[in-house]
């Protein structure tokens, strides 16, 4: 790369947990730029998860961090090209990339899901992922699998 690499920019923490994982989280949420939206719909998810919940000694922000470790992957494929092969070979990642994946699966599955609001959708995802179920948990087998499937090529790395 001719550029130098752009700096990472410091997050704000968000207005009721003071937390900056929720902020990056309300970020990935967010359409169009309607942050307070985003806020809105993440924080009526976490007080439907506190109504849901069956465990009384966490909170619903430990439920949801508790979700986004159950659904982060360790592991993922890359395409490399060797001799005219291309070859999927098995990598270890970054742990900012691997909070990022956990909450792009977590939002992208929320929505798929078929409920009334987007917070009652998330408020589910989070339930089940925190049970180590749900759709983006599966995302996050199949991507250890595949990574598990291509254990021979591993030797291709660089």
Same mark, same amino acid.
């Given at each position: ?63 949801? =961090?508790? *979700? ?59 339930? *089940?992922? *925190? =049970?180590?179920?749900?759709? *983006? ?7 250890? =699998? ?13």
């Amino acid at each position: 790369m001719r550029k130098r690499q752009a700096k990472k920019r410091p997050l704000l923490p968000d207005p009721k947990f003071n937390d900056q994982l929720v902020t990056r989280f309300v970020n990935n949420l967010m359409w169009d730029g309607k942050k307070s939206t985003a806020f809105k719909v993440f924080y009526d998810a976490l007080d439907i998860v506190e109504a849901k919940k069956q465990d009384a000694e966490k909170s619903a922000l430990e439920i949801w =961090k508790d *979700a986004l470790t159950n659904v982060m992957p360790h592991v993922e494929v890359r395409s490399r090209r060797v001799g005219g092969a291309t070859f999927q070979i098995p990598m270890q990642i970054r742990p900012d990339r691997k909070i990022s994946y956990s909450m792009k699966w977590m939002i992208l599955y929320a929505r798929k899901r078929n409920e009334k609001s987007m917070a009652g959708k998330l408020a589910s995802e989070i339930l *089940a992922a *925190a =049970k180590e179920e749900g759709a *983006a948990v599966k995302k996050r087998m199949d991507t250890h =699998k595949m990574a598990e499937a291509n254990k021979a090529f591993s030797h291709f790395r660089f």
